[in-house]
């Protein structure tokens, strides 16, 4: 088992780290995700035309049709850029699609995500009911912590149809009856919302598995969803480790950088032994998704504890190495910390996911 890139994956992070570096520095997180209404269609252009939003759609439905452990290598580099568009829960959409019965819907769908002409969030719970209603679906209920709401173009949103199977229907954030509540959360970079659906009414084709129970579809995507978390936060780590250590190169206190201080040593190296473990099961977690191994459940369930509540503490640890200064709006430290924080708490924290591994072991 190789966790080293290839040469591909190499490629491909040098061109995301350019591309992030160039439309999306901290300062442009800032004006968007703080001070602006959350919305960059700029980077979200800059982002399909660059074929990125087509990376995980197959090759035969006009994608790139590539693997988990490709996608991997784009979730750590819009961690690292603390990305404010909902890339992460549109190439998980895609792959979720991807995986429904051929239709002219699929294919629909499929396209607008290959083309950026779509931006997708995933609403999924036990909070919405679906009736079918004279060849037409109508969604009733609630479900809170929904990335980005209606700043994504599209809602895949889960629902109990009857005779208790679960369904997948893809509903446009602007559809009537569809109310969003901004629950302003810590992490304004990905905003989370509570949606209120109250008698929306959608086509039959909005039903991605056209009716059928989407069950199974929905455990992948939820799985896939947290190994992706686990990803975002460690490429937001890194980049605190990175900051870190440059802080601590440059900060002089009684004529010597603070580095040389034994006490700052040992938390740099905590910090970047938290990152060893969490690469270890990201990249693991990726090729038991690829392999579709009888682990991969405990496989994504170590990779999201490894990146909860350690990734929470070497947050705090960068923080403590910065001094004062860490604890301030102005310097960016704190934009990267509250990312991998809200993704520690988002699908479970640590807790959680150690009683997951727990229920598939024993």
């Not at 491909?12 to 300062?27: H, T, Y």
């Not at 999924?124 to 609630?142: F, I, R």
Request: hydrophobic letters at 45%; charged letters at 20%; glycine letters at 12%.
């Amino acid at each position: 088992m190789d966790f080293d890139l290839n040469e591909n994956q190499q490629e491909m992070r040098k061109a995301l780290r350019s591309l992030f570096e160039g439309a999306c520095d901290i300062r442009h997180v800032r004006q968007i995700a703080y001070d602006g209404d959350g919305r960059d269609p700029g980077l979200w252009k800059t982002l399909s035309d660059g074929g990125w939003t087509a990376l995980m759609v197959p090759e035969a439905d006009g994608g790139s049709g590539l693997r988990f452990e490709d996608f991997i290598v784009l979730l750590e580099e819009a961690g690292r850029a603390v990305a404010p568009v909902p890339l992460t829960t549109t190439l998980l959409a895609g792959r979720a699609i991807a995986a429904a019965p051929a239709s002219p819907a699929r294919g629909e769908l499929l396209k607008q995500i290959v083309s950026g002409a779509s931006s997708f969030t995933l609403a999924l719970g036990e909070g919405v009911k679906a009736q079918a209603a004279g060849g037409n679906w109508t969604l009733e209920g609630k479900l809170e912590f929904v990335p980005f709401g209606p700043l994504a173009a599209t809602a895949l949103v889960e629902a109990a149809m009857p005779g208790g199977q679960r369904g997948l229907f893809a509903v446009s954030t602007g559809t009537a009856g569809i109310q969003w509540l901004d629950l302003d959360v810590m992490d304004r970079s990905v905003r989370q919302y509570e949606m209120t659906l109250s008698g929306v009414s959608v086509p039959g084709t909005a039903s991605v598995f056209g009716g059928a129970d989407a069950s199974g579809a929905i455990a992948t995507l939820i799985d896939e969803w947290r190994a992706a978390l686990a990803a975002e936060s460690l490429g937001v780590a890194e980049k605190m480790v990175e900051m870190s250590v440059a802080y601590v190169k440059e900060r002089i206190q009684f004529g010597k950088p603070v580095g040389s201080n034994q006490a700052v040593k040992v938390r740099i190296a905590e910090m970047g032994a938290i990152i060893d473990r969490l690469r270890s099961a990201v990249y693991y977690a990726a090729w038991a998704i690829d392999s579709n191994v009888p682990e991969r459940k405990v496989a994504i369930a170590m990779a999201k504890a490894a990146a909860s509540g350690p990734g929470a503490l070497l947050g705090s640890q960068a923080i403590h190495v910065h001094g004062g200064i860490g604890f301030t709006w102005e310097y960016d430290l704190h934009l990267y910390f509250k990312r991998i924080k809200s993704n520690e708490l988002l699908l479970g924290d640590t807790s959680a996911s150690l009683q997951q591994i727990a229920d598939e072991v024993l």
